[in-house]
Structures are given as structure tokens and as C-alpha cells.
């Protein structure tokens, strides 16, 4: 039992499990079916997010951006479907694809051709994009009326018990599991992290694979752009504001290391759920979102102290394991 609370995944499954308990008794129904796919499907967005910050704070690099990039390619595809109401929907997922990975293209660039720290590169990136939403939109919102029924239902219908947003999280947990366990990038963004100089001498580009890093995470936002838009049938600029911190916060808790090199996607989806659970609460049980928000930075600033000493005694570990060898020859 004790080994297995050791393990990240495993640890946040029973604090969430405990959690809903909790929460269960100060609001009956907490604990239901129907109210606990509610909880998953507000998170799908958020899950999304951090599975592409999960992909760049691995190669040791962050991604600020990430919400103003949501932002930024929402009201760029509301914005086309109340133009061209005609545009099949496909098309539009393309759209906001496509400038999301444009975009993520651009830090990863500043990033891997230019050398500037990742922090500095996405924190200027994430006031350039929130200003061009203002720019492409002038100020103005998109509302439901404007968009086509299409472009807002598609994400809401309900298909097995769950919408259909919630099965697309579920979907790109998948493809993020087949990314990161069985391709070549997804090894090389673990060493890339874990280990620079020893990725080098093993012929991986680690500027290359910063690259790709952000290029996933900008794509995965300009996804969650549309799901965005459509989820919540309005377009403005300050959609999603501080939701990249949220993205951040889901990995730290996840177990997914700031130093980069270690990490899973179980411990992402979990950490964003943990998140989920106590945003969906809080407000339940009465607490004011001064206190949330207060709540929510505790837990952050215990995930990285839990990081930073789970790291600290790996590293131990490893040292007494290379002293036992070295006395035993």
C-alpha cells in the first residue's frame, strides 16, 4: 500500500476519490453519474490544454501562450462562421487547427532559431495574440445568434452518456499516449528534457524537437478554440484569461517535472481533473472565488514543493545505487 501511494497517478486518484467524498456530504448528488461527467466535460478543455503544455514543459521549455492562442483562433472561427454560415464544419476544425500550430510555430521558432528563453518568448506571444484577437474582432463579440446551429451543437450532443467535447478529450488522451510511449518524437522529447547534452551525442536535434513541442501545443489550442467558442456559444477577447496558468497548475500537480524529462499523460488528465473537482466544488459548498483562487495557488506552490522533493530523492536513490556499485567492483 505504501508503495503504491508513492506513485503520482495513483495518489491522485485517491485524493480526487476523497475529495468527491468530501465534497459529496456539504451537497448531496456531488457523487452521481450525471454530475460527475458534468465535472469531466467542463474539464475536457483544460485536459486538452495541458496535454500540449505537458509536450513542451518536457523538453524544458513553457508555454505561456497558450490561452491567448485559444482566444485568438476562437474568435477567428466564430468570426468565419458567422461570415460564411455555408462552410462545412470539418473545414472550420482545419481553420483553427491549422492557426493554432501557426502560431505555435512562431514561439517555437523564436524559440529553436533565436535562443530565447521560452518564457520570454510566450509571455511576449501571449499579449501579441490577445491583441490580435481585439484587432481581427475591433472589441465586438460574437454571439449564438450569429453562429450557424452546426458550429455550436456539435460539441454538445450526446453520444454514449457523454458529449461529444468530452469524447473528444478522451480521443486526443489516446493519440497523446501513441505520441509520447511509440514515436520516435515522443522518445526524443523525453530525453530532450531529461538529459540535452546526452539527447545531442545521441543524434537528437533538441532545437528541432522544442519545434515540434510547441507546434503540437499551439494545435491542441487552436482545437480548444473552437470547443471553446462553441461550448459556451460566445466569442470575445478575453476568452479563457488565465487558463494558461490552469494548464501549468494541471501539470505541476500531474507530477510533470518544470526541470523537464519526467512526466505521463495520466498525471496530466488527473491533475486537470483534481482542478476540475475543486473549481466545480468550491462554488457548491459556498466558498467565495477570492478563497478559490487562494485554494487553487496553495495546492500549485504543494505540487512543486511534492515535485521538488520526490526529484531530490530520485536523485539520491540513484547516487547510493552508483556508490553500491562502485564499492561491489
Not at 473528444?168 to 497523446?176: E, K, N, T, W, Y
Amino acid at each position: 500500500m505504501k508503495h503504491l501511494l508513492k506513485n503520482r497517478e495513483v495518489l491522485l486518484v485517491v485524493i480526487i476519490a476523497v475529495m468527491i467524498a468530501l465534497f459529496a456530504t456539504r451537497a448531496p448528488g456531488f457523487a452521481g453519474p450525471k454530475n460527475l461527467a458534468n465535472i469531466f466535460n467542463d474539464t475536457s478543455i483544460l485536459i486538452i490544454l495541458a496535454l500540449g503544455q505537458m509536450t513542451v514543459i518536457l523538453t524544458k521549455s513553457i508555454d505561456l501562450s497558450v490561452a491567448a492562442n485559444l482566444a485568438f483562433t476562437g474568435m477567428a472561427v466564430a468570426m468565419l462562421n458567422a461570415a460564411y454560415p455555408a462552410l462545412p464544419l470539418v473545414l472550420i476544425l482545419g481553420v483553427a487547427i491549422g492557426m493554432g500550430a501557426a502560431l505555435g510555430a512562431i514561439n517555437g521558432y523564436l524559440v529553436w532559431a533565436l535562443g530565447i528563453p521560452p518564457i520570454v518568448v510566450t509571455l511576449g506571444t501571449l499579449t501579441i495574440y490577445r491583441g490580435m484577437a481585439f484587432v481581427l474582432s475591433g472589441g465586438s463579440w460574437i454571439n449564438a445568434h450569429q453562429m450557424t446551429p452546426t458550429f455550436l451543437n456539435t460539441p454538445r450532443t450526446m453520444l454514449l452518456g457523454l458529449p461529444v467535447l468530452g469524447w473528444v478529450a478522451i480521443l486526443i488522451v489516446a493519440l497523446m499516449v501513441f505520441v509520447l510511449s511509440r514515436t520516435g518524437f515522443g522518445r526524443a522529447t523525453y530525453a530532450s528534457g531529461g538529459n540535452p547534452v546526452a539527447a545531442t551525442y545521441a543524434g537528437i536535434d533538441v532545437g528541432r524537437t522544442k519545434f515540434y513541442a510547441f507546434v503540437l501545443s499551439g494545435a491542441l489550442a487552436g482545437l480548444s478554440g473552437y470547443l471553446w467558442v462553441s461550448r459556451y456559444a460566445v466569442a470575445y477577447v478575453d476568452i479563457a484569461a488565465g487558463f494558461e496558468l490552469d494548464s501549468v497548475a494541471a501539470c505541476v500537480i500531474g507530477g510533470i517535472s518544470i526541470a523537464g524529462g519526467i512526466g505521463s499523460v495520466g498525471g496530466a488528465v488527473l491533475g486537470a481533473l483534481f482542478l476540475g473537482v475543486i473549481k466545480n466544488a468550491l462554488p457548491v459548498i459556498g466558498i467565495s472565488p477570492f478563497a478559490q483562487m487562494a485554494i487553487s495557488g496553495l495546492v500549485i506552490i504543494l505540487a512543486v514543493i511534492f515535485n521538488a522533493r520526490a526529484e531530490r530523492n530520485r536523485g539520491r536513490m540513484i547516487l547510493r545505487a552508483h556508490s553500491k556499485a562502485e564499492g561491489g567492483a
